[in-house]
């Protein structure tokens, strides 16, 4: 064989080794089949036809909205790195869960801690968010606290089936370190969980407008303005927000949505909110009514009663991964200004950040060194 044939072999098999070892473990990360999700997604007046749909419809790309979606991919995708590496907050979680206290763990991971009670948002800590351990959006930074450093929770909740909120590691680590938390999801997710082997008494599949108890909890499944998918087939599983509701303290966990009058809905509903907790980043005009921007972030804050009632807005979905063509800051850059003019008091912790609501001190501009 020549040098040439044997360097040809030779990359041939290491291009079979990388696909190998982008392809292990890609079914099992997908989750539930169809099959197993339908029964538990069919009793709902929001599945037609096989598919969930959003009660105010939406579109998720507009190619005439704002150029080739190609070409950012090639030229805009370094915009939302960080120039430098994103600092960490040293952990902090204090030995009793505080009356109203949020710790921000990157994207859309968070710890609630309502009344003594703590409740774990949309937690993600794989190195990428994507069904493969070899490809997909990668890490920013690193996450600010190994799982088995987190205090005791006493629920898990996950608004919808996106890789980026939905993490097969992350859940299965969990289910093993933290014995007493139940795992609750909008319908159709938990058919991820139990193929994952999640035992299905600790898992709670809601309806939007349908709760459950949480110690002196209530937790509400509510309507969120976004799709959902796993695989090639979308919208067999609902997606959501989430209502934290107290004795005493109420908190909003937009999980991921476009923009929705209907938020309005829910303010006058559920409200009025202490805390918010809205998504800001991964927005594009080709995809408008399924990622709010961060002037929609605000107008969300108002709506939920904001605007009525003390509360504060802490932003998510943004910082963590790449999923977008905005620069890295840019959702901050706009955030801030925006709620400055509704007058809506705003917090932007850096990973690993524990903010006291009540007490919530000076912000520091961690990010802007970093673009």
């Known amino acids: 064989m020549s040098v040439k044939q044997t360097a040809s072999s030779a990359l041939a098999g290491a291009g079979l080794l990388w696909v190998a070892r982008a392809a292990r473990g890609v079914p099992g990360s997908i989750g539930a089949t169809p099959a197993d999700i339908r029964p538990y997604a069919a009793g709902s007046p929001r599945y037609r036809n096989g598919r969930f749909h959003n009660s ?106 996106h890789y980026d909120h939905l993490d097969r590691e992350t859940v299965e680590a969990l289910a093993a370190t ?96 202490d805390l918010t907790l809205l998504p800001v980043g991964a927005y594009d005009p080709r995809w408008p009514d399924v990622h709010m921007n961060p002037e929609e972030a605000v107008r969300t804050h108002t709506d939920l009663g904001g605007g009525d009632h003390p509360s504060l807005l802490v932003p998510v979905h943004w910082g963590t991964f790449n999923l977008a063509f905005h620069a890295w800051s840019e959702p901050i850059a706009r955030l801030l200004p925006a709620a400055r003019a509704e007058g809506v008091p705003t917090a932007v912790p850096m990973p690993g950040q524990r903010i006291d609501v009540l007490r919530p001190g000076s912000q520091v501009p961690w990010w802007v060194p970093l673009g």
């Open 178 to 273: 933290q014995p007493e938390a139940r795992f609750l999801v909008p319908l159709g997710v938990g058919a991820h969980l139990r193929r994952w082997r999640i035992p299905a008494d600790r898992i709670v599949e809601l309806d939007w407008d349908q709760h459950t108890e949480v110690g002196a909890l209530t937790v509400t499944c509510t309507e969120a303005r976004h799709f959902s998918g796993r695989g090639l087939i979308r919208n067999i599983t609902l997606w959501s927000s989430w209502v934290i509701a107290g004795p005493t303290r109420r908190v909003f966990f937009g999980g991921d949505s476009g923009y929705t009058p209907r938020f309005a809905d829910l303010g006058d509903r559920y409200g009025p909110f």
């Open 56 to 161: 105010e419809p939406s579109s998720t790309v507009l190619p005439e909205a704002g150029g080739s979606l190609v070409k950012d991919m090639l030229t805009r995708r370094s915009s939302g790195v960080p120039r430098d590496a994103v600092p960490l907050a040293p952990p902090l979680a204090p030995v009793q869960a505080a009356e109203l206290a949020v710790t921000w763990y990157g994207h859309s991971s968070a710890l609630l801690e309502i009344d003594g009670h703590r409740i774990l948002a949309d937690p993600v800590w794989s190195e990428r968010v994507s069904p493969s351990a070899a490809v997909g959006p990668a890490r920013l930074h690193p996450s600010p606290v190994e799982l088995t450093e987190l205090p005791p929770i006493d629920a898990v909740v996950i608004s919808h089936d």
